[in-house]
């Protein structure tokens, strides 16, 4: 698959919105790496931490920093630029900032996707666009089985929410207009992601990193609470995945079988990555001579509800498309710890960065699946 994406991606105007973040910084690195030309949407880095500056993504992506809450400049940008593909990530995407800003959660996340849904409708582009939602779109009843795609939405905090309603949103726009033009659309719902660079708050990994790096106690809380763990190039490589079978094989496919293909792609871990938080910690830590002192506290403090574990049922790329995560739980769990520990031992983070991407690569090469 790698070759054929090569050959693919190679010249391909891509935009990505988001690059500027965590997984957009990652996107943009792999797509760097196949050859796209690339262009950006975002608001700017914050800081030199920020993973957009460690991997130079300046020197790789045209970026443009926009507020996509900004309708008529980001109308400008799409229909100046005319992408083949969009990817499209830029959100407010943290549970935490939303119960603190639902208004700017909602506008961000709903009315920024609504301006590039506008922009792509008003225009005769033949592009393909990938509405990056979550698996916090679904309305989760705790009914004990994986969500699946046909599921029942929902979302109860503001973020989860919002993004319940970029699928709608996005589904209404394909169904009412899309459908007459050459816009091909579909949104892509992954869990949970852990990988080097990310530096969120409230967000474990990097709080773990955090403390590692100033050497202060690793402060857990809940310690038993199960989460899905997948590493950031597992759904960043499904998505390329996507992206090329909507541009390659989007009329074979939907008259085979017009119901199910169209729309919605889950992206989760295989089950046996589905442990408690302590088991994480444990592999995490292990990475490190020096790590400090872990302080097991309270219940999370926050009065905020929380979805029990979610988890995705990723059949239907696996049958569509024969995806298949590639990373088993510690690999997953050891590339991110090396990552930090190559970033507080001071090493060149853009050639690290791209040696995991190699190795991420290299490890689909021989396999059967993509
Ligand atoms: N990280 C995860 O574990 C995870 C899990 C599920 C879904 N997602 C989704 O994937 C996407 C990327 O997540 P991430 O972790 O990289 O997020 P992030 O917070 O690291 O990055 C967000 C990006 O969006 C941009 N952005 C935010 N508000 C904007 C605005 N008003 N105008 C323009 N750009 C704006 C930021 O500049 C940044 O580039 C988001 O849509 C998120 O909801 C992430």
């Known amino acids: ?47 030199n931490e920020d993973l957009y500056n460690l991997l130079k993504l300046e020197t790789k992506i045209k970026s443009n920093f926009c507020d996509i809450r900004n ?46 849904l506008e922009a792509l409708k008003d225009s005769d582009m033949d592009t393909i666009l990938l509405n990056i939602t979550s698996d916090k779109c679904y309305e989760n009843n705790n009914v004990g089985r994986d969500f699946q795609e046909g599921d029942a939405l929902g979302g109860l905090d503001p973020y989860s929410a919002s993004k319940a309603m970029v699928e709608i949103l996005s589904k209404s726009y394909s169904h009412s207009f899309f459908s007459k ?61 996507l992206a090329f079978q909507y541009s390659e094989n989007y009329d074979n496919l939907l008259k085979q079988d017009q119901q199910s293909f169209e729309h919605a792609w889950n992206i989760g871990p295989n089950s046996e990555n589905v442990v408690p938080v302590k088991t994480l910690l444990d592999i995490f830590i292990s990475n490190f001579n020096d790590a400090p002192d872990i302080i097991y506290g309270e219940e999370s403090i926050k009065n905020h509800y929380e979805a029990k574990t979610l988890s995705l049922n990723s059949s239907k790329i696996k049958s569509y498309f024969g995806w298949e995560p590639r990373l088993s739980l510690a690999e997953s769990i050891n590339m991110t710890a090396s990552w930090y520990r190559a970033y507080i031992n001071n090493q060149d983070i853009e050639d690290f960065s791209i040696k995991q991407l190699e190795k991420f690569i290299e490890l689909g090469v021989n396999s059967v699946h993509s």
Not at 80 to 85: N, Q, V, Y
Request: proline share 5%.
């Open 1 to 47: 698959m790698f070759e054929i994406f090569k050959e693919f991606y190679k010249g391909k105007k891509v935009l990505i919105t988001g690059q500027t973040g965590f997984k957009g910084a990652w996107l943009s690195l792999l797509l760097h790496y196949l050859g796209a030309e690339l262009i950006g949407i975002a608001l700017e880095p914050r800081n």
């Open 71 to 116: 309708r008529e400049k980001l109308r400008e940008i799409i229909l100046r630029e005319k992408p083949e593909i969009i990817f499209h990530l830029a959100a407010q995407s943290l549970v935490l900032d939303s119960y603190e800003d639902p208004y700017a959660t909602f506008e961000t996340n709903v009315l920024g996707t609504m301006n590039l």
């Open 181 to 241: 033009s050459k816009i091909k659309a579909c949104t892509v719902r992954a869990g949970n992601v852990i990988g080097g660079g990310d530096w969120a708050n409230n967000r474990l990994i990097p709080d773990i990193a955090r403390s590692i790096k100033a050497q202060q106690e690793i402060l857990i809380r809940n310690p038993n609470s199960t989460r899905p763990w997948q590493h950031v190039l597992e759904p960043l490589w499904a998505y390329a995945l």
